[in-house]
C-alpha cells in the first residue's frame, strides 16, 4: 500500500489528470469510453480487472493501452498450460560464488501486470496471484517481498465454454474487483479502427501521460470522497440481497462489498462528484458482483445468467431513506429521494 502523506489532488487537477489517461487509451480503443472509464475506476480503487470476451475483441489492446498510458513499471504475462507459479512470483536460485540463496523476482512484480488469457493456465499457477491480488506481497521460502504501488492485475480470459481452458476459482475470481467485457463494436466503431489500425500499430507510438505518482495521488483522492451512511448501508443490503437470493447457491462475500463501495467512491470522482449516490452502487452491481456469484442448478437450467438475476436484485432493492435506530432498515417508497449528498 502506498503511504499515507501522498497528497490527494485538487478536483481540478484530478479531472486533468482522469481525463488525460482515459483519451490516451481511447486513442488505440474505439467507441469504448464506459468501458475505459470502468477500468480506470478500477485501478483509482486500488483493484484489479477481469476482462472476459471471445478471441479478437481488444481485450489484451485495453490491457497494454492502459499499462502503457502510466510511466510506471509494466509486465505481462502469457499463461500457458505449461506455466509454473515460480515463472509469476519468483524463485530462490543456489549462487555458487556467496553460497547463499538468492531471490530472482517473477513477472509480478511491476506496478501493473497484465496477465493474458489467465485460464489458459493450470489452477495451480492461477493460484499464484492469489496473496499478490490481496495483500500486495510475495512470500518465497518463508521471506515475504513486498509489491510497490500502485499495483494491478489486468487478467484477460476467454469463455470457460471455449477449448484449453480452465475455469478460475472462486477465490481467484473474488479478488478481481470487477470483470466486463468488451463487446462488439458498432459499424463506425469498426471502421474508425480499420483506419487507425490499417496501416500502423496505434499503441506502438502511445506515449505515457501519467506516472506512478500521479496515480498514488489520484488513489489518495479517491479514497476522501464521501460515503453517507445511509448508501454504506444500502451497499451491504444490496450485497446481502444476493445471499439471500433463492436463485444463488454462493453469494457475494464481505470483500466484494467493500469493494463495491471503493469502485463507487472511483466512479463518483471521475464524474467530478465528492460523494456518492445510490445510483453509483447500482450501475456497478453488475461488473462488481456477478463474477463472484453462482446461479443454482435450476437457475442454470432455466438459462437465467447472473447478470440478469443481479439485475432484479437491484430493481427490486428499495432505496435507501433515512436511517432508523437502533438498526437500519429502508422502506420502500415511490420515487424513493435522497438529496444531492446521497443521505
Known sequence: ?????????????????????????????????ATVRLALAVLLAEGHLLI??????????LAKALARSIDCSVRRIQFTPDLLPSDVTGVSVYNQESREFEFKPGAVFANIVVGDEINRASPKTQSALLECMEEHQVTVDSVSYTLQAPFMVIATQNPIEMEGTYPLPEAQRDRFTARIAMGYPDAAAEI?????HGGSDPLA?????????TVRRLIATVRNIHVAETVKY???????STREASELR?????????QLLRTARAVAALEGRDYVLPDDLQALAVPVLAHRIIPTADAHLTRRTTDAILADLVRKLPLPIERQQP????AARPGGRYDSRGR
Open 52 to 61: 472476459e470476451d471471445v478471441p479478437g475483441v481488444g481485450k489484451t489492446m
Open 1 to 33: 500500500m502506498f503511504e499515507e502523506t501522498t497528497a490527494p489532488l485538487s478536483a481540478g487537477e484530478f479531472q486533468t489528470a482522469a481525463s488525460a489517461i482515459v483519451a490516451n487509451v481511447e486513442q488505440v480503443i474505439e467507441g469504448k469510453t
Open 192 to 196: 474508425a479502427m480499420l483506419d487507425a
Open 234 to 240: 444500502y451497499a451491504v443490503n444490496l450485497v446481502n
Open 327 to 330: 438498526h437500519p432498515t429502508y
Open 205 to 213: 507510438s502511445l506515449v505515457p501521460v501519467s506516472d506512478a505518482l
Open 250 to 258: 454462493l453469494g457475494a462475500s464481505p470483500r466484494a462489498t467493500l
